[in-house]
Nanobody, 125 residues
């Protein structure tokens, strides 16, 4: 079993930055494909960024290209989401996810084996 715990969310002004962290415990998830999803009120959960098992490939939603990046530190068993130039439409609960069976997380791909509990990001003046 893998437990994922997100942190780093909060309130930020438009144009600001935040870095979310997702710490894994229970077992190493070096060989897992990982990603960040978000869900805004009244909307479906959507994939924002996916990172392959190898760390060599990423998938990025058009809405965050050039602003968000995903990275992983295998030594710390942690995945990060760096968010720059935040916009009000980025307001959502952000979830990290991991799959031991997918090569990379892409929209609609399954199965997702583990989910974090989510962290709120609010972008507002």
């Amino acid at each position: 079993q893998v437990q994922l715990v997100e942190s780093g969310g909060g309130l930020v002004q438009p144009g600001g930055s935040l870095r979310l962290s997702c710490a894994a415990s229970g077992r190493t998830f070096t060989n897992y494909a990982v990603g960040w999803f978000r869900q805004a009120p009244g909307k479906e959960r959507e994939l924002v960024l996916g990172l392959s098992r190898s760390g060599q490939s990423t998938w990025t939603a058009d809405s965050v290209k050039g602003r968000f990046t995903i990275s992983r530190d295998n030594a710390k068993n942690t995945v990060y989401l760096q968010m720059n130039n935040l916009k009000p439409e980025d307001t959502a609960v952000y979830y990290c996810a991991a799959s031991g069976r997918l090569t990379i997380l892409t929209p609609g791909a399954s199965p997702i084996d583990y989910w974090g509990q989510g962290t709120q990001v609010t972008v507002s003046a």
